[in-house]
């Protein structure tokens, strides 16, 4: 699935994308969500925009190993 860079790559959102993370235009609501989010909040948004963070901590893509 390819999201348009003229609109946030979370499902429904109708926001401008302000900034790009991972490849992914995110507006400011969803980017200040992203920043405040911990533990499993933070894991259900990544996953919603199609991210997760792998064993080392790092923030990648989600592959078919991690679904």
Known sequence: MTIPDDRCSFSRCTGI?????MGRPICGYHWEQICAATG??????FKRIGLVR??????????NDEK
């Open 17 to 21: 994308p302000e900034i790009g993370y």
């Open 40 to 45: 499993k909040t933070e894991n259900r948004l």
């Open 54 to 63: 792998n064993r080392d901590g790092a923030v990648v893509p989600i592959t």
